[in-house]
């Protein structure tokens, strides 16, 4: 027997002819292309949507970023009226405080006694 007809079993019962082989395997790359081809065209739609939504969405963002604009704005005068009420409060405080003291002082060399304490001066 030559060593090329051992190699060769297309003729042999049971087994499979290159053909019955790739048959299989055809139908696994049909059901993979269509496969693929049904995720290509939802992609494709996604993307359509997408594309659809962005106007829409960038007028929005845009309108956003403007109120954001608006109120930090705002932010900023408040806490500017803010500080301004406290300098204001704190201004007055001192002043009262100065004046208290002062009448105070008035009080003690007058009657001679502690405003604090109650207790004469000596």
Not at 73 to 84: F, L, M, P, Q
Request: glycine residues 2%.
């Amino acid at each position: 027997m030559d060593s090329f007809d051992i190699e060769n079993t297309d003729d042999w019962l049971g087994c499979p002819t290159p053909l019955e082989t790739c048959r299989p395997q055809l139908a696994l790359y049909e059901n993979e292309f269509e496969e693929l081809n049904l995720q290509l065209r939802q992609s494709r739609e996604q993307i359509f949507e997408l594309v659809e939504m962005h106007p829409a969405v960038a007028i929005e963002r845009d309108q956003l970023r403007t109120q954001l604009a608006a109120a930090r704005s705002e932010a900023a005068d408040a806490n500017r009226k803010a500080t301004d009420i406290e300098t204001k409060s704190n201004w007055q405080l001192m002043s009262k405080d100065k004046h208290i003291s002062e009448l105070s002082t008035k009080h003690e060399a007058a009657t001679g006694i502690s405003v604090r304490t109650g207790q004469p001066i000596r």
